[in-house]
């Protein structure tokens, strides 16, 4: 059973960075990639970053190109963590973040983890 649990989230200053991570269990060997997606208040869930699993082929939301990086430690097919690198951070930044998982490349993103608030104020 695939299990999605992010950490790393918290208060942070506009201009500061912080690291998300997504520990991943589970993941069937037909796994295509790990995607970040963030949430705020009032809005509709937000694709961030994606990163495949077999390639480690990156794609980004143009609202964070050129400040968030994301990356991967996959040294087991099953377990993966992903990384969300997020420097100069902003106010429209704040929201709860979540990662997710697909099978192919046109499904939709599933198995959502519980997670991780950020909030970036001064």
């Known amino acids: 059973q695939v299990r999605l649990v992010e950490s790393g989230g918290g208060l942070v200053q506009p201009g500061g960075s912080l690291r998300l991570s997504c520990a991943a269990s589970?993941?069937?060997?037909?796994?295509?990639?790990l995607g970040w997606f963030r949430q705020a208040p009032t809005k509709e869930r937000e694709f961030v970053a994606s990163?495949?699993?077999?390639?480690?082929?990156?794609?980004?939301?143009d609202s964070v190109k050129g400040r968030f990086t994301i990356s991967r430690d996959s040294r087991d097919n099953a377990k993966n963590t992903v990384y969300l690198q997020m420097n100069s951070l902003k106010p429209e930044d704040t929201a709860i973040y979540y990662c997710?998982?697909?099978?192919?490349?046109?499904?939709?993103?599933?198995?959502w983890g519980p997670g991780t608030q950020v909030t970036v104020t001064s």
């Open positions: 997710g998982t697909r099978l192919a490349a046109g499904d939709a993103y599933g198995a």
């Open positions: 990163i495949t699993q077999r390639f480690g082929l990156v794609a980004y939301g």
């Open positions: 589970g993941l069937p060997s037909s796994t295509y990639d």
